[in-house]
């Protein structure tokens, strides 16, 4: 009985103690089913070959974020499952990015992927490690389709100096968007941009972005993929107050070389992307230049968006030695008494293209559209509807129709 006695206190204090260590973990979390149907019709319109790829699939994912454990060291626990199933596809049409693409041409019924990342918090610094999502200049996952494309590695970030983040990633395997399994990473190659595809399981990146003001930050980061390339960007996003409406600015420098061994070939590349942009009311109103220098095209990850505001739904503009000038033209139907109604368009036109696949300068356009609403009210409030249409031709690859029909909604969970 004396023993029981010093027992259950024991017992009871370190059950209160896990409890307010927990309460932050639980109490914090946050929980989501995103469901996505995704309809995707590309139409080549001359040359042989396959005519068009065009399926049809549904995407679920189901996000899991917890909050941190309380204490001066704070742990957390992530976790993401994701379900892509196909509605309609076949071995002719298939290749859309939407489903995996079997042996015999065909895409299975189904596919999933499921990923868990522990992490951990202390003052203003916190530590990720596993299955993650990245948004970075020199590494970001495609969010195109029905499902995301992953990384799996450690990714660092700081806050502690005032107006200054500090990230550092180390990432081994990617995850891509319509694959279920991970892989080692490579470079996009193109018309044969480099002299080969090898694959490495070690990229690092490693920047600061430092926040002048809240209506400048200035950015820099370094990225490389093991014995293949490294990349520098330098970065300044700003916005003024001009008239009536508000100037925007967007500088993007990338500078790109070979590194090691050098196993994908000579890297040796440099490109400027600037947007200009103003905005009044519902109107946004914007105007882009590209230019690539060096005796290559930008290198960048298999299956990752490039990080350009000229990197378009159909083609990319990034052949060593293009120049590429956009228009762009949104308005917001909110400063007209439709809220949710939204309207974009973008048209690239690039010269001075040098693929190694065509003799002669390349040259190109594409025309990208999107229309969009979001519903206000009722049982389909939140219900996003999305088309969007590009249109591309081209002297040295096949003229492309692309429709988009999309349809997705996200439920809060927790």
Do not use: C
Request: aromatic residues 10%; proline residues 3%.
């Amino acid at each position: 009985m004396h023993n029981k006695n010093k027992i259950l206190p024991a017992v009871t204090l370190l059950s209160l103690s896990l409890q307010a260590h927990a309460a932050g973990f639980l109490d914090d979390s946050q929980a989501s089913l995103k469901a996505q149907n995704f309809y995707l019709n590309r139409d080549f319109r001359e040359d042989a070959g396959i005519s068009k790829r065009e399926e049809w699939a549904q995407g679920f994912i189901l996000d899991l974020r917890s909050g941190y454990t309380a204490g001066t060291l704070g742990f957390g626990l992530d976790a993401i499952g994701m379900l892509g199933l196909k509605l309609d596809s076949s071995a002719g049409r298939s290749g859309t990015g939407l489903l995996p693409v079997g042996d015999d041409g065909t895409a299975p019924d189904q596919y999933s992927k499921f990923g868990i990342a522990a992490k951990a918090r202390l003052s203003q610094t916190e530590l990720k490690i596993g299955t993650q999502l990245l948004k970075y200049p020199t590494i970001a996952s495609s969010t195109g389709r029905i499902l995301p494309q992953t990384f799996q590695g450690g990714v660092l970030t700081s806050k502690e100096l005032d107006n200054l983040t500090f990230t550092y990633a180390q990432i081994d395997r990617t995850t891509r968007r319509d694959y279920s399994h991970g892989e080692a990473m490579s470079l996009v190659n193109k018309n044969r941009r480099f002299s080969g595809t090898p694959q490495a399981d070690d990229f690092r990146m490693g920047g600061v972005d430092y926040t002048v003001s809240p209506d400048l930050v200035l950015s820099y980061q370094y990225g490389e993929l093991d014995q293949i390339y490294g990349q520098h960007y330098l970065g300044l996003l700003g916005s003024r107050k001009v008239g009536p409406g508000k100037l925007s600015l967007d500088a993007r420098y990338f500078i790109s070389d070979d590194r090691g061994q050098a196993r994908a070939g000579r890297v040796d590349n440099r490109t400027l992307n600037v947007l200009l942009g103003y905005s009044l009311g519902g109107h946004n109103v914007g105007v882009a230049y590209q230019g690539l220098s060096g005796s290559t095209a930008m290198p960048y990850l298999i299956g990752t968006d490039a990080y350009l505001t000229n990197y378009m739904m159909a083609a990319d503009f990034m052949e060593p030695g293009e120049r590429t000038w956009q228009l762009r033209y949104a308005y917001d139907f909110t400063a007209v008494g439709v809220p949710g109604l939204t309207f974009s368009t973008r048209y690239n036109h690039g010269d001075h293209a040098n693929p190694a696949t065509f003799a002669g300068e390349g040259r190109e356009w594409e025309r990208d559209t999107d229309l969009g609403y979001t519903v206000q009210s009722g049982p389909l409030k939140n219900v996003n509807l999305l088309w969007r249409n590009a249109a591309l031709r081209s002297n040295y690859q096949r003229d492309i129709d692309e429709n988009r029909l999309i349809i997705s909604y996200t439920l809060p969970l927790r």
